[in-house]
């Protein structure tokens, strides 16, 4: 059995994604998906929470992104955890985690905010 590094996720676009062009001609389109949530806590009241997750779109994929994505597209999203560190303008050394997404569907283009 081989077991490889695979996410699905379902959720909306907090915001429009963010398209750039490299100096190499690669485009790639980042944006954040909100995934709510819901359960009932000791009181009986309905909790919702968010988890936001940073995506990442190369080549054909992000150009479908710039001409679809919209912010509250429901998307449902499958690709891979890529953790990246790097060092800020500042000097000071950060971490990230990002899923890098290999496809995704829209579920719809309903524009509610995520």
Known sequence: MNIKNNVQLVGRLGANPEIKVLINGS??????????????????????????????????????????LQKGTMLTIEGKLVNRAYTNKEGVKCFSTEIVANEFLVMSFNKQAA
Do not use: M
């Not at 485009?27 to 819901?38: C, G, P, T, W, Y």
């Not at 009181?43 to 992000?62: C, M, R, Y």
């Open 27 to 68: 485009k790639v389109a980042r944006f954040k998906l909100a995934i709510n949530e819901s359960y009932t806590n000791q009181n009986g009241e309905k909790v919702t929470n968010t988890q936001w997750h940073n995506v990442v779109a190369w080549g054909g994929l992000a150009t479908i992104a710039e001409n679809l």
